[in-house]
Nanobody
Framework: QVQLQESDPGLVKDSQTLSVTCTVS??????????WTWIRQPPGKGLEWVGS???????YYGPGDKSRTSISRDIFKNQFTLQLSSVTPEDTAVYYC??????????????????RGQGTQVTVSS
């Protein structure tokens, strides 16, 4: 059984870098053909696709600000990490990591991701 668990960055100050790591157990992040994805949900808003890294290490970005987004992985620790630089209070959200067989499409729902973390609340203080 694949399990995903986000780290808990908690409170991040405005203009700093947010870093969230997803630890995967029960399966390797190098197994084809999976996309390891970051999703977030700001308060009172819908789901947003932040970005993904696939089993080969290729990176895909969501429709947001790519210049602030960095996704990496550590295959030895079986982890993948999201870093978001120069954060503002608009980056406050619940951040989820998830495994999918496809990249998120328009209007995707969290239920499409059977394998996902429980989500971690990240608050950016102004």
């Amino acid at each position: 059984q694949v399990q995903l668990q986000e780290s808990d960055p908690g409170l991040v100050k405005d203009s700093q870098t947010l870093s969230v790591t997803c630890t995967v157990s029960g399966g390797s992040i190098t197994t084809s053909p999976y996309y390891w994805t970051w999703i977030r949900q700001p308060p009172g808003k819908g789901l947003e696709w932040v970005g993904s890294i696939d089993w080969r290490g290729s990176i895909y970005y969501g429709p947001g600000d790519k210049s602030r987004t960095s996704i990496s992985r550590d295959i030895f620790k079986n982890q993948f990490t999201l870093q978001l630089s120069s954060v503002t209070p608009e980056d406050t959200a619940v951040y989820y990591c998830a495994r999918g067989e496809l990249l998120p499409s328009r209007g995707f729902t969290i239920d499409e991701y059977a394998y996902r973390g429980q989500g971690t609340q990240v608050t950016v203080s102004s």
